[in-house]
């Protein structure tokens, strides 16, 4: 199984982009997007399963996660990008769903992929 990344780069605050991870090998019914800024903690960005998606509050409102079955890949729609979104973006998934309360924990995700870089300018 491999996840690949892509899409990260550079953009000014108030811009988009748009986040893509292609997973290969099999289909899974659960996939997520976390980041890690520099001297933090990875933090969890948003999940997706069939019918349900989940967001931390501080992109709600601002970011989109989305799967394309047919492609198996998984995008995250950036709007409204901030400064203090700046991290390196790693997408995750597992074969089966988990209850809502786990879905943000990284530890619940079997494959990550290897990480896209997302700086926001002022």
């Known amino acids: 199984v491999q996840l690949q990344a892509s899409g990260g780069g550079l953009v000014q605050a108030g811009g988009s982009l748009r986040l893509s991870c292609v997973a290969s090998?099999?289909?899974?019914?659960?996939s997520a997007w976390f980041r890690q800024a520099p001297g933090k903690e990875r933090e969890f960005v948003a999940a997706?399963?069939?019918?349900?998606?989940r967001y931390a509050a501080s992109v709600k409102g601002r970011f989109t996660i989305y799967r394309d079955i047919a492609k198996n890949t998984v995008y995250l729609q950036m709007n409204s990008l901030k400064v203090e979104d700046t991290a390196v973006y790693y997408c995750?998934?597992?074969?089966?769903?988990?209850?809502?309360?786990?879905?943000?924990?990284?530890?619940?995700?079997?494959?990550w992929g290897q990480g896209t870089l997302v700086t926001v300018s002022s």
């Open positions: 997706w399963s069939t019918g349900n998606t």
């Open positions: 090998g099999r289909t899974f019914s659960m």
């Open positions: 995750a998934v597992r074969p089966s769903r988990v209850i809502f309360s786990q879905q943000s924990l990284p530890e619940e995700y079997t494959y």
